[in-house]
């Protein structure tokens, strides 16, 4: 599990010292909005300071990639085989984007707008937030809803090993497990509300943050 505090390094968890060590990469003191890592080691950002823009660091070195048109980035996933989503800005529009571990050019997954956030699972299963806060899963054609249950999201995060789902439900904040037997969210019994950041490691527990304090907790 890997955390940052902008304007700081990288930092990754350590279960033997049970406490987050840092880590040397080419985003040090860099302000990120949202990054993930790629099965290769590979750390993908969207940043935001001293430049703002959509970024891949290997071994220290960062390369930028651009997508023609955008205006703005507002998430980013790395799937298990290595291929990249991004959300982008495009004429005040979010759309899904793309880049295949093979080529060095993203470009657009599926005709459809409002993306808000994405998040895929260990089979490549994609995941996302639309702008109206209902959760959607591309079926091979089209992005459907996967239930009819009521519910508001304003984030989730994927395990990449189990595929275990967890979001953040949009008017108390609260921490949500998708319970695909019933097609339910089910709430976590326990867990703080009013958080802002959501992340799931291997074995399926989810890890919480508000960004305020920072302090982060971790599911049992």
């Not at 970024?55 to 990639?65: A, D, S």
């Not at 409002?114 to 699972?121: C, L, N, S």
């Not at 979001?167 to 019933?182: D, F, R, Y």
């Not at 009013?194 to 302090?215: E, H, K, M, Q, Y």
Request: proline fraction near 3%; glycine fraction near 8%.
């Amino acid at each position: 599990m890997w955390a940052k505090n902008n304007g700081a390094k990288l930092e990754v968890y350590s279960a033997a010292k049970r406490k987050f060590v840092t880590e040397d990469t080419g985003f040090d003191n860099w302000d990120l909005d949202d990054y993930d890592l790629a099965p290769n080691g590979d750390v993908w950002a969207l940043t935001l300071n001293p430049s703002t823009g959509l970024f891949r660091e290997r071994n220290g070195t960062r390369k930028e990639y651009s997508v023609t048109g955008t205006t703005g980035y507002n998430d980013i996933s790395v799937a298990a085989d290595g291929t990249v989503y991004v959300v982008v800005f495009i004429s005040g529009i979010r759309y899904l984007y793309f880049k295949a571990p093979n080529l060095e050019v993203f470009k657009k997954f599926s005709t459809f707008s409002g993306v808000r956030t994405v998040d895929i699972g260990p089979g490549g299963s994609i995941w996302i937030v639309d702008k109206d806060l209902q959760v959607r899963q591309w079926d091979g054609q089209a992005f459907v809803k996967i239930t009819s249950v009521t519910f508001n999201a304003v984030d989730l995060a994927i395990s990449k090993t189990n595929g275990t789902v967890y979001l953040i439900e949009n008017s108390t904040s609260a921490l949500h497990k998708w319970n695909a037997a019933n097609k339910s969210f089910d709430k976590v019994i326990g867990t703080t509300v009013n958080f802002d950041s959501l992340a799931v490691d291997g074995d399926g527990r989810p890890w919480i943050c508000n960004d305020t304090t920072p302090i982060i907790k971790r599911g049992k």
